[in-house]
């Protein structure tokens, strides 16, 4: 594939949506037509790299099996969501070509040939590809949350846009728990939150690069982000299109009837 695909930080929603009917999935309504959009926006990918903020170990890890199972991480819900399915297949082989791109980078990793798909994974991938017919794997976060260090993880994994590997950073940009089901606060935070993210974003480097190394300044950084799982994927998206543009894919401004929640491609 002589053209480079663009990176994506994508804005997951809650738990395993897609695979809900009533409230639970009409209020995803605008983020589900967002991600249904995807294949018309971007060349379809001969495989699909998602690092999501539900996988943390203490140095990176790397998705090696050729069939990953299910990681059903979420409680409380209804019992038929513990036994649902996306089918996707893995890519051993392209998980040895990440080792050795991150070992070349002098990031320490190792493959994980029992992970599954987590659902920052497959509650994206079963609406924008709901066929499975594209392998998948997943590069874990590194549990310090070292934004330096995700943003080199992104920068090693760059050659894989010219051979076909669609890179997804899966996370939030408003991730406050504690306030995301009810509260002011949470309109005033995330809206101020999310107007620091576009700005920066959509700027060149290297200030883009500055201000994501330097990202607890921002407004209300904290209250939108009070651990920053769901925020590192997007450094690894950034790092792996550093010199090309950010845009929005989607925002939106009363998701769960409140919060401001945006999803970004960078490059073209």
């Not at 999501?52 to 409680?75: I, K, L, Q, R, T």
């Given at each position: 594939m002589s053209s480079r695909l663009p990176t994506l930080y994508l804005s997951h929603g809650g738990g395993p949506w897609p695979y809900m009917d009533g409230e639970a999935r009409t209020r995803h309504a605008i983020l589900e037509a967002s991600l249904k959009a995807l294949p018309a926006l971007i060349a379809r990918p001969q495989a699909i790299l998602v690092?999501?903020?539900?996988?943390?170990?203490?140095?990176?890890?790397?998705?090696?099996?050729?069939?990953?199972?299910?990681?059903?991480?979420?409680?409380?819900?209804?019992?038929?969501?513990?036994?649902?399915?996306?089918?996707a297949s893995g890519a051993p082989h392209l998980a040895q070509r990440v080792h050795a791109?991150?070992?070349?980078?002098?990031?320490?990793?190792?493959?994980?040939?029992?992970r599954g798909f987590d659902h920052g994974a497959y509650s994206i991938l079963a609406v924008a590809y709901p066929e499975a017919d594209v392998p998948v794997i997943q590069v874990s976060l590194r549990s310090r949350y070292d934004p330096h260090a995700h943003l080199c993880l992104g920068r090693a994994l760059a050659?894989?846009?010219?051979?076909?590997?669609?890179?997804?950073?899966?996370?939030?940009?408003?991730?406050?728990?504690?306030?995301?089901?009810?509260?002011?606060?949470?309109?005033?935070?995330?809206?101020?939150?999310?107007?620091?993210?576009?700005?920066?974003?959509?700027?060149?480097?290297?200030?883009?690069t500055r201000r994501l190394l330097e990202w607890e300044s921002a407004p209300a950084a904290r209250a939108a982000h009070p651990q920053e799982d769901h925020l590192m994927p997007l450094h690894v998206a950034v790092g792996a299109a550093e010199e090309e543009p950010g845009r929005v894919l989607y925002r939106q401004e009363d998701f769960f009837g409140a919060i401001t929640l945006s999803s970004y491609q960078f490059g073209s």
């Open positions: 690092v999501s903020a539900h996988w943390e170990e203490s140095e990176f890890a790397v998705m090696a099996g050729a069939s990953p199972p299910m990681v059903y991480d979420y409680y409380g819900f209804p019992q038929e969501l513990y036994h649902i399915r996306y089918p791109l991150l070992e070349q980078a002098g990031l320490a990793a190792h493959l994980d040939p029992a050659p894989l846009r010219g051979q076909g590997v669609l890179i997804i950073g899966s996370g939030s940009s408003y991730h406050n728990l504690r306030r995301f089901f009810h509260g002011e606060e949470r309109r005033r935070d995330s809206a101020r939150f999310d107007g620091w993210l576009r700005e920066t974003l959509e700027s060149a480097p290297p200030e883009r």
